[in-house]
């Protein structure tokens, strides 16, 4: 069966995370992806990654967790026979991606301007922290920046921890999905070819639907409240033995199912938990008395029980915990690569969590070494190897 995206070329002339992450939707999709990268330098997520060994060889894991069958070839976009060359490989695209700060791509004489008029119907996406305009548009931004500036981190943990980082780099990767919805949307348009400009500050606010309104609408500021959810109680993390466990009896039937379940129906019959609004006054009372019970037995077997009778929840688990659970291991999640070129081993890394038709989406090829595609992307340009070779040696590939 073809994928949606298949005989789409993407350029992809992203670094690190934000921009990678929308191409690794977007190669899973279907699209071939051709990662252009600095000649002798590449992608510096190339070098970044928990094994020094693997950043030491080009291929850290930060770089092989977004990159999975892609190409590679590296092109010097300073060298007028580099962007010479870059501008026939544009020709031969349907999107490029890039996630430089704004007025790089201008300044090497390659923005969205000068590429309209090589190939009109080009669909340009361009990630930024902050947008192309405005204040802030020449800030410099990672993702720390960002979960800090959208107000993440304020109400990110509790009265006494907050302000406090997601511990994965949101920002980032909410802006690379949203920049591919983004992408996604413009290869059905009629006709193609545009501008897309994906602010990661804007794409982390937007995801913030219900704290924002809440002040937008409401005029009650989000505060930072740990584990509890405060829209319903009992919600939240509950002390179980040996660890927590998530339970939300959002509804006034799961309520009457949880505490039946506890041994706890009295508590039904005291004013401060009557409804749900006095039910969320008074969710640390509420709380310790449920945690009486909850503490005597592990969080796993009340995750069952309370899951069984139809009260959502679930213990709260480690990644390499959750990574075995059959739910993702026989999901087809997991992708293995064998023998990895570069790494010298088997490497297992992360899909997209998409299944079309039963299947979970996958690619052929492993993340490439850097330039592994030099040869037959520029000889399908119509390259000899003399001319590449020649063009090597100039230092504009």
């Not at 969205?112 to 119907?121: A, E, S």
């Not at 299944?355 to 340009?381: H, R």
Request: glycine share 12%.
């Amino acid at each position: 069966m073809p994928k949606p995206l298949d005989g789409v070329r993407v350029l992809d002339l992203t670094n690190v995370l934000a921009g990678p992450f929308c191409c690794h939707q977007l190669a899973h999709l279907g699209a071939e992806v051709i990662k252009v990268e600095a000649a002798g330098r590449g992608d510096l997520a190339r070098n970044l990654g928990a094994d020094p060994d693997l950043n030491a060889a080009g291929m850290g894991v930060s770089f092989l967790a977004q990159n999975a069958g892609k190409k590679s070839v590296t092109i010097n976009l300073k060298h007028p026979e580099g962007r010479a060359l870059f501008e026939r490989l544009v020709e031969s695209a349907d999107v490029l991606v890039e996630n430089f700060r704004p007025g790089v791509m201008d300044r090497l004489g390659v923005g969205y301007g000068r590429l309209k008029t090589v190939k009109p119907t080009l669909i340009y996406c361009a990630i930024s922290g902050f947008g192309q305009d405005g204040p802030w548009v020449h800030r410099p931004a990672y993702d720390q920046i960002i979960q800090g500036a959208s107000g993440v981190m304020a109400i990110t943990g509790d009265s006494d921890s907050a302000p406090l980082r997601v511990g994965y780099p949101v920002a980032d990767t909410v802006g690379g999905l949203t920049a591919a919805m983004a992408i996604s949307a413009a290869l059905n348009a009629s006709p193609r070819g545009g501008f897309i400009d994906v602010s990661m500050l804007e794409s982390v606010l937007a995801t913030m639907g219900w704290a924002v309104s809440n002040y937008l609408i409401a005029g009650v500021e989000p505060t930072p409240n740990g584990n509890e959810n405060l829209t319903s109680a009992p919600s939240g993390a509950f002390e179980a033995e040996g660890g927590l466990i998530n339970i939300a009896a959002n509804k006034d039937e799961q309520w009457v199912l949880l505490t039946d379940h506890l041994g706890l129906a009295p508590l039904r019959e005291r004013a401060d938990y009557a409804t749900r609004e006095d039910r969320k006054r008074n969710r640390l009372a509420l709380k310790g008395e449920l945690e009486m019970v909850l503490k005597t037995r592990p969080a796993r077997d009340w995750a069952k029980e309370l899951n069984r009778i139809g009260v959502p929840a679930g213990a709260v688990l480690t990644v390499p915990e959750v990574l075995a659970m059959p739910q993702v291991a026989d999901r087809g999640f997991l992708a293995t690569f064998s023998d990895v070129p570069g790494v010298g081993r088997d490497i297992d890394v992360a899909t997209t969590g998409i299944k079309l038709d039963g299947a979970a989406l996958t690619v052929a090829d492993p993340p490439p070494v850097l330039g592994q595609d030099n040869g037959t992307i520029w000889e399908s340009l119509g390259l000899s190897a003399g001319e590449i070779d020649a063009l090597t040696e100039k230092g504009a590939i």
